[in-house]
């Protein structure tokens, strides 16, 4: 079955539906979900699986892209459970941020989150490679040096350390 998501325009209303596929060919803009897992007074980065269409191999926040008719807190919770098996806590709205990749065809809207998770880490081998806690000083120079970087990542981590105030 195809997987159908809602085109938005840079106000985030729906004008539309697609499939990924579509998305994808004509780079149109969806929607996504990020999501920045603390614990410990450390936050989550994923090196996403190498077998990724898109971004294979870069290190980012959790991200799940929102369905058709599900909300970025929907996406936001699903994707944490489907990538680290960890059930959501204290789920906290930071904002959104149009991304535009410039080395792969996407452009996606993406709602910011802050949360805790419990129970025990159990990746989702096809989409996760590794995750490791880092503090947020370690966020920024991982940042700085690695190449291999989500712009989901790049382009949000401020609203994160905002967040944290």
């Known amino acids: 079955m195809q997987e159908i998501l ?10 539309g539906k697609a499939s990924r596929e579509e998305v994808k060919t004509h780079r149109l ?5 990020g999501v920045y897992l603390e614990r410990n007074g450390k936050v989550a980065i994923e090196k996403r699986s190498a077998k990724k269409a898109i971004r ?15 909300s970025f807190e929907e996406a936001a919770r699903r994707g944490v459970k489907e990538e680290l098996g960890l059930e ?3 789920l906290k709205f930071l904002g959104k941020k149009i991304i535009i990749d410039d080395n792969y065809p996407d452009s996606f ?5 802050m949360c805790n998770g419990a129970g025990r880490i159990k990746l989702q081998k096809s989409e996760v ?10 966020v920024q120079e991982l940042i700085k040096k690695e190449k291999k ?4 990542l790049c382009q949000t981590f401020r609203m994160y350390l905002e967040g944290q105030k």
Request: glycine share 8%.
């Open 6 to 15: 809602d085109l938005i325009n840079e106000k985030d209303e729906v004008i």
């Open 29 to 33: 803009l969806y929607r996504c979900a």
């Open 56 to 70: 294979p191999g870069n290190y980012s926040l959790i991200e799940e892209t929102v369905k058709s008719g599900e």
């Open 88 to 90: 959501v806590q204290d």
């Open 109 to 113: 809207m993406l709602g910011v989150f």
């Open 129 to 138: 490679e590794k995750v490791q806690f880092l503090s947020p000083k370690e």
């Open 149 to 152: 970087i989500s712009p989901g």
